[in-house]
């Protein structure tokens, strides 16, 4: 397997695991796939409460937070053995872009990724999986699924996925076992976001750092139409999608925090006016 440093915004990045080729199928990865099958099933549905059980399912899965999904691409702990040969004789590689963070940086953005949600994603997990029984009355109702006990569950089975996916990605740091490399390839496709930004007098760039913000403001690097370029630069088609999300959900943080700066900055205008 290999992981991805993807830098999102001047701050933010995310880790990206692309999956080994052999992996076990134990009951909840028959349950996972069975559960993704019916979800794909009822994709193709034209209309009923289906259709819109998944319009709906769409909106909420845009909102779980980026970085759980991509602590989630990382094999859990108990799935270390398939690859504890390759590991032994090859470390897992870690790629990013060089020209966008800095090399020394690599493996302590790392470390944060995957031990700032540890305690957040063991407290929402067990809270998932203790409400969910109590939604068992739902069941009564005919027809209709009992929606809330299965948000609940999967709710509770992505929070363990993202918690034992970082306590994993932790696993391979406190061992040696993560290597950065800088992608040629990643750097030429960072290269264009990044003159594009100094272009508009947004970034001034310093080589193999992260962009510095010379009014102290945090910028997006990407668009959400990168990812599906970038998916097949790293030959990762599944990371177009997280691209799209991390973009979005920074984007609308970013909004919402310069909203009072505006808003403040029109008072004070109105004020000299006055």
């Known amino acids: 397997?290999?992981?991805f440093l993807i830098p999102i915004s001047t701050r933010r990045a995310f880790v990206y695991c692309q999956s080994p080729q052999f992996r076990t199928i134990g009951v909840i990865d028959r349950i996972t796939d069975k559960a993704a099958a019916t979800w794909a099933k009822w994709e193709r549905a034209e209309k009923g409460w289906k259709k819109q059980l998944v319009t709906y399912g769409h909106v909420i899965l845009q909102?779980?937070?980026?970085?759980?999904?991509?602590?989630?691409?990382?094999?859990?702990?108990?799935?270390?053995?398939?690859?504890e040969e390759s590991k032994?004789?090859?470390p897992i590689d870690v790629m990013f872009p060089g020209n966008a963070i800095k090399k020394d940086?690599?493996?302590s953005v790392l470390r944060t990724l995957g031990t700032e949600r540890q305690e957040l994603d063991r407290r929402k997990?067990?809270?998932?999986?203790?409400?969910?029984?109590?939604?068992?009355p739902i069941a009564l109702?005919?027809?209709?699924?009992?929606?809330?006990?299965?948000?609940?569950?999967?709710?509770?089975?992505?929070?363990?996925?993202?918690?034992?996916?970082?306590?994993?990605?932790?696993y391979l740091l406190d061992h040696d076992m993560a290597k950065p490399h800088a992608f040629t390839r990643l750097e030429k496709f960072y290269s264009t976001r990044l003159l594009r930004g100094e272009a508009q007098g947004k970034i001034a760039l310093k080589p193999g750092s992260m962009p510095e913000e010379p009014d102290g403001r945090e910028r997006l690097l990407l668009e959400k139409e990168d990812g599906r370029e970038l998916g097949e630069i790293l030959e990762a088609p599944g990371i177009a999608i997280e691209v799209e999300r991390a973009v979005l959900q920074i984007r609308k943080k970013l909004e919402a925090e310069q909203q009072p700066k505006k808003q403040a900055r029109s008072e004070n205008d109105e004020k000299k006016n006055f």
């Open 88 to 90: 032994r004789d090859h």
């Open 125 to 136: 997990m067990w809270w998932c999986f203790g409400i969910a029984p109590l939604t068992a």
């Open 63 to 83: 909102r779980i937070p980026y970085e759980e999904w991509g602590l989630k691409s990382i094999p859990p702990l108990n799935t270390r053995q398939l690859i």
């Open 105 to 107: 940086q690599v493996l």
């Open 141 to 170: 109702i005919p027809v209709v699924p009992n929606i809330p006990f299965f948000y609940l569950v999967y709710r509770g089975w992505s929070h363990w996925r993202a918690l034992n996916g970082s306590r994993h990605l932790v």
């Open 1 to 3: 397997m290999r992981l």
